[in-house]
T-cell receptor, first 110, second 114 residues
């Protein structure tokens, strides 16, 4: 079946460091891919998405590229801020439902 | 534009009781989805409603049920509550064909079963 695998957290970085959170997927066909972010005590916010191979999603300095050959959708940001501290979820769309990875907690220190 | 809203924000019940959670989608969205975020279990798909009909169901027992009203708002009912039903319940909505796959989430209802 379809699934999403994310790197284990927590990821701890200093402010202005480069961020990469790995995400790989297993799916039949070419599903849409998403990154959602969850701040403490809140619901999920859509961060970015990509709907086909080689698409690059971007938002608020975050980027991710849909790589069909490596079945990956890694999240990157060039310079993280303390306010980016949250849990990040990679997800794919399958039969109109979302299948999520386990989430990666990011902690950014001043 | 108002986002997805959910009520109540918190709900405390005892084992065996019933819980009712409510969700209002983004204006113009016809699909509503429910997910459970339980500690240690991640985010799991519960139910999908579109145009008043249940379209898909996750791997949950029948005591998890719901409905969608003519105004596209939705209700999730959990009967015979068990301790392991304690979780954050998230509702999401999506729009018409072409944007159907992008789901926008509400703030969630945190259910605690004692």
């Amino acid at each position: 079946g379809n699934s999403v695998t994310q790197m284990e957290g927590p990821v701890t970085l200093s402010e202005e460091a480069f961020l990469t959170i790995n995400c790989t997927y297993t799916a039949t066909g070419y599903p849409s891919l998403f990154w959602y972010v969850q701040y403490p005590g809140e619901g999920l916010q859509l961060l970015l998405k990509a709907t086909k191979a080689d698409d690059k999603g971007s938002n608020k300095g975050f980027e991710a590229t849909y790589r069909k050959e490596t079945t990956s959708f890694h999240l990157e940001k060039g310079s993280v801020q303390v306010s980016d501290s949250a849990v990040y979820f990679c997800a794919l769309s399958s039969s109109y439902k979302l299948i999520f990875g386990s989430g990666t907690r990011l902690l950014v220190r001043p | 534009e108002a986002g997805v809203t959910q009520s109540p924000t918190h709900l405390i019940k005892t084992r065996g009781q019933q819980a009712t959670l409510r969700c209002s989608p983004i204006s113009g969205h016809t699909s509503v989805y429910w997910y459970q975020q339980a500690l240690g279990l991640g985010l799991q798909f519960l139910l999908w409603y579109d145009e008043g009909e249940e379209r898909n169901r996750g791997n949950f027992p029948p005591r998890f049920s719901g409905r969608q009203f003519p105004n596209y708002s939705s209700e999730l009912n959990v009967n015979a509550l068990e301790l392991e039903d304690s979780a954050l319940y998230l509702c999401a909505s999506s729009g018409l064909t072409g944007t159907q796959e992008t789901q926008y989430f509400g703030p969630g209802t945190r259910l605690l079963v004692l």
